[in-house]
């Protein structure tokens, strides 16, 4: 054999041999997985192996000797890996064989993607969820047409409205399935301790205040813990203040408004505005507050959550968890259910934060230590959390690692938005509803044109979808894969 092709078998053995140690390693961690994930954990463990070190000299050789390079192997990477090796001349017996290949990974990929969001009638088609506004309560007419166009899971959002119309939601669905025979599954997402802003103070008008860049402005709790003239925003939960340190970044409104901590007291902070994206440049009432350099120790499952559990246990198929940040947060939303006799029922790990994306491995095994799980990669704080730059890079690693757990993905915020608000799309975000067929199901925010909005998605994605396998994708280190590996 070719010198070269030696060497490829060797680096090839290394990998593979690599990859069953850390497998090895994890025996305790097998006993607590459902063996009909089990595969799937293995799978990933091995897949960050891969990805652990830079891949790309290695995938460099195989392309010049005509083998496969192993990418868009993410669901059966070591049967993959034994694959070339066999075309190497390597010889497995049977029960070395990895039992995920590239037809039971899809197959097992599917069977969960059906568990969680229903049976999808057109083949290679990302299920569509609808996120519900407060008027879709009494618009039967509206929720029938979401079905007819294609609408396969409901979102219903707990941090507004109230159970009345959660309920009357509910009702419009159930009525609407039953008459169209069409199948939609009930999601509901967990509030969890979304940051906010409450104005204080001076310049409160109507619910919003007028700042510009170089200002100084106050973060407080109350009125009460800053006697000054200044712009008071205090955050909506308790304890913030004390967390933060100076140099620390704060974005104000999905990052609108961007801050920086220039000085601290015991119960307030001054934050001076560094630049403002939007025209009319004001804070508003109810606007999101993000500190990515600050490691909160805030729960992820509030008091509120804990309330809204009886109503989502009772009525919904899917259960989304916001903010999840750690192993721990899984385990405590577990024993709430578990005491509401609420035992199966699917978690979707809602990644939108930095802590998130670190621990996001980790938190995939604990997920599938119970039922059917699926990941929603809730773009909007986790663009913020992580920097603009880096959502493209991070939003591919999520999908690839899920692929790798045949766990599946929900992509969402921003999808059309603007189509969805003005009846218009851009340009780019035609672009980026494209990359979403990728997923095994897509979120539309609630808005004036969901309809359109749906229509638009189908044709969309049927275009994409026939280019995707198409695609060649390097294997440069993931962050997310050697981070995890190191702390093992």
């Given at each position: 054999?070719?010198?070269?092709?030696?060497?490829?078998?060797?680096?090839?053995?290394?990998?593979?041999?690599?990859?069953?140690?850390?497998?090895?390693?994890?025996?305790?961690?097998?006993?607590?997985?459902?063996?009909?994930?089990?595969?799937?954990?293995?799978?990933?463990?091995?897949?960050?192996?891969?990805?652990?070190?830079?891949?790309?000299?290695?995938?460099?050789?195989?392309?010049?000797?005509?083998?496969?390079?192993?990418?868009?192997?993410?669901?059966?990477?070591?049967?993959?890996?034994?694959?070339?090796?066999?075309?190497?001349?390597?010889?497995?017996?049977?029960?070395?064989?990895?039992?995920?290949?590239?037809?039971?990974?899809?197959?097992?990929?599917?069977?969960?993607?059906?568990?969680?969001?229903?049976?999808?009638?057109?083949?290679?088609?990302?299920?569509?969820?609808?996120?519900?506004?407060?008027?879709?309560?009494?618009?039967y007419p509206l929720v029938e047409d979401l079905l007819k166009n294609g609408m396969n899971v409901a979102r219903i959002n707990c941090a507004h409205d109230d159970e009345t119309i959660w309920s009357e939601m509910l009702q419009q669905i159930k009525k609407a399935s039953e008459n169209t025979g069409i199948e939609c599954k009930i999601y509901m997402d967990l509030a969890g301790p979304k940051i906010r802003t409450k104005l204080l103070g001076k310049g409160n008008k109507k619910g919003s205040v007028k700042v510009k860049p170089g200002q100084l402005i106050w973060l407080a709790e109350t009125?009460?813990?800053?006697?000054?003239?200044?712009?008071?925003?205090?955050?909506?939960?308790?304890?913030?203040?004390?967390?933060?340190?100076?140099?620390?970044?704060?974005?104000?409104?999905?990052?609108?408004?961007?801050?920086?901590?220039?000085?601290?007291?015991?119960?307030?902070?001054?934050?001076?505005?560094?630049?403002?994206?939007?025209?009319?440049?004001?804070?508003?009432?109810?606007?999101?507050?993000?500190?990515?350099?600050?490691?909160?120790?805030?729960?992820?499952?509030?008091?509120?959550?804990i309330k809204c559990l009886p109503f989502v246990c009772k009525n919904a198929d899917l259960v989304g968890f916001s903010f999840v940040k750690k192993p721990s947060d899984i385990t405590l939303l577990r024993e709430k259910f578990e005491k509401l006799h609420c035992i199966n029922l699917p978690i979707i790990l809602k990644i939108e934060t930095l802590e998130s994306v670190e621990n996001f491995?980790?938190?995939?095994?604990?997920?599938?230590?119970?039922?059917?799980?699926?990941?929603?990669?809730?773009?909007?704080?986790?663009?913020?959390?992580?920097?603009?730059?880096?959502?493209?890079?991070?939003q591919e690693e999520i999908l690839w690692i899920c692929e790798a757990a045949h766990v599946p993905v929900i992509w969402a915020t921003q999808v059309l938005e603007n189509l969805q608000k003005s009846g218009m799309p851009t340009r780019a975000e035609i672009t980026d509803a494209g990359l979403a067929s990728q997923?095994?199901?897509?979120?539309?925010?609630?808005?004036?044109?969901?309809?359109?909005?749906?229509?638009?998605?189908?044709?969309?994605?049927?275009?994409?979808?026939?280019?995707r396998i198409k695609k060649r994708f390097t294997f440069r280190p993931l962050s997310i894969a050697s981070d995890f590996l190191e702390r093992q």
């Open positions: 054999m070719d010198a070269e092709l030696i060497k490829i078998n060797e680096e090839l053995s290394a990998l593979e041999q690599k990859m069953l140690r850390e497998t090895e390693k994890k025996a305790l961690l097998f006993q607590q997985i459902p063996k009909t994930h089990q595969e799937a954990v293995k799978n990933l463990i091995k897949y960050l192996v891969l990805r652990g070190e830079d891949r790309r000299p290695l995938q460099e050789k195989l392309h010049i000797h005509g083998l496969s390079s192993m990418t868009s192997s993410e669901g059966h990477i070591h049967r993959q890996v034994q694959a070339v090796r066999e075309r190497l001349g390597h010889s497995y017996a049977k029960d070395e064989l990895s039992p995920s290949s590239f037809a039971t990974s899809k197959i097992k990929l599917e069977e969960n993607r059906v568990g969680l969001f229903g049976i999808q009638t057109t083949s290679n088609f990302p299920s569509i969820m609808v996120t519900f506004d407060t008027g879709f309560a009494g618009n009125l009460e813990d800053l006697n000054r003239k200044e712009i008071i925003v205090s955050p909506t939960e308790p304890g913030i203040i004390q967390q933060i340190k100076i140099g620390d970044r704060v974005f104000i409104d999905d990052g609108m408004v961007r801050c920086s901590v220039e000085c601290q007291h015991s119960k307030q902070v001054g934050i001076r505005i560094e630049k403002i994206f939007s025209k009319k440049g004001k804070i508003k009432e109810e606007k999101g507050i993000n500190f990515p350099d600050t490691a909160l120790d805030i729960s992820s499952l509030t008091d509120f959550d491995p980790a938190l995939l095994m604990e997920g599938m230590k119970g039922s059917n799980l699926g990941v929603m990669i809730a773009r909007g704080d986790l663009a913020v959390e992580i920097g603009f730059e880096r959502m493209g890079e991070i997923a095994e199901c897509i979120m539309i925010n609630k808005g004036k044109h969901t309809i359109e909005v749906m229509k638009s998605l189908k044709d969309i994605i049927e275009r994409a979808a026939s280019h």
